[in-house]
């Protein structure tokens, strides 16, 4: 790993504006809180918020009114971002296939994906150690949350 101070706030504008570019038929309100500044490598976090971003985008493109939002916590010794939506969602009781490469829980004629990212972001950030986690209802959206030590 090569660790440098990060600039959350403007790393996530940069990923957001890269992800409008690949969904420009899609509209979403995209709302980001003041994020705290990280320490990670940032070539590897910057691929773990495409992929969270990506997916946030992905899963509300067939919702109207869709929306995104991005914040952070600090609890104890870590902050906690969060990537959080209102799109497709997943149903809890297969929560256990989200991080598995190539699991897939949404039909790839609809969201089309390599079922590779998330399990990729998991290594990433544990890498640093932190955490990854997710929370989500069928249709009703999904929030995801990554962990990293404040420092």
Known sequence: ???APIDMDKLTRSVVEEQRALFPRHSVEVKTQSLPQA????LLLRQVLTNLLSNAFK???HRDGAAIR???SRKGGE???SIKDNGAG???KYYDKLFVVFQRLHDPE???GTGVGLA????IIERHGGRIWAQGKLNKGATFYFSLPAR
């Open 70 to 72: 991005i914040g952070a």
């Open 59 to 61: 899963f509300t493109q």
């Open 79 to 81: 902050v906690i971002y």
């Open 90 to 92: 997943f149903d809890m």
């Open 1 to 3: 790993l090569r660790r």
């Open 110 to 112: 609809e969201y089309p």
């Open 39 to 42: 320490e990670a490598d940032p």
């Open 120 to 123: 990729f972001s998991q290594r």
